[in-house]
């Protein structure tokens, strides 16, 4: 029997394989989604029955209406996690020269899929329940060449904000993991040594300890929940 049940966009790699990781650790079953089929398999394989996979696109309207089959059928959510995640073009573009496609895109992604996961998932999450949306400094902080993401994750920010103040009965987090050594931050970085940024694994205790907290809704960081902060 697992204590609660939890929904992880991008779940095959990085930051959300992960958390899913931790999280079958305490005991949750996670829905785990991505568009890499053969990599959410081999999570799957690796963390067994407690992990259902789902692969699929979060941008597509048809695989958003499987994953909300899904997680009715699997009953009251205690988590969502909106994880999955653009870049934008690699090398970064200034927003000058940005390709306006590439742009819609990234917003699709970063704001419109988590939008659409939520409004299924809402109504199927508990008393107390929880939402992470994973944001980025480069929401807040003017990055020269980021500001396609950034502008993308400055949007869900503000979507997280309000959907905090109108859903005051739940804990809505936009949360912050900083740098990480992850495939996408490689893309951020071609040619690039990335190998003194912290593995994901690394960051985990952070947000399972904002889930534990559950300080009011609003905006963290990793920093906010590093083990020895008091």
């Not at 306006?100 to 008393?127: H, R, S």
């Not at 949306?133 to 997280?160: C, F, H, R």
Request: charged share 20%; proline share 8%; net charge negative.
């Amino acid at each position: 029997m697992f204590s609660s049940t939890a929904l992880i966009t991008g779940a095959s790699a990085g930051f959300g394989s992960a958390l899913a990781r931790a999280l079958i650790g305490q005991g949750w079953q996670v829905l785990g989604t991505a568009r890499r089929a053969d990599r959410l398999a081999a999570v799957a394989a690796e963390l067994g029955p407690a992990f259902v996979a789902i692969p699929g696109d979060v941008t597509d309207p048809a695989h958003r209406a499987r994953l909300a089959d899904t997680a009715r059928g699997a009953g009251e959510l205690g988590l969502v996690v909106n994880n999955a995640s653009r870049l934008g073009p690699s090398p970064l573009a200034r927003l000058a020269d940005y390709p306006i496609d590439e742009f819609e895109q990234v917003l699709g992604t970063n704001v419109v899929a988590p939008l659409a996961i939520l409004q299924f998932t809402l109504p199927l999450l508990g008393p107390g329940g929880t939402v992470v949306n994973i944001s980025s400094d480069a929401a807040v902080e003017p990055y020269p060449e980021w500001g396609g993401y950034g502008s993308s994750k400055a949007a869900l920010d503000q979507l997280t904000a309000v959907l905090g103040a109108e859903r005051p009965e739940l804990s809505i987090y936009a949360f912050d993991p900083g740098d990480m050594r992850t495939e996408m931050h490689q893309a951020a970085f071609p040619g690039v040594d990335i190998s003194d940024r912290p593995q994901p694994e690394t960051v985990v205790p952070a947000l399972l300890r904002l889930l534990a907290e559950k300080p009011k809704s609003g905006r963290y960081t990793a920093a906010d929940f590093t083990v020895g902060r008091v």
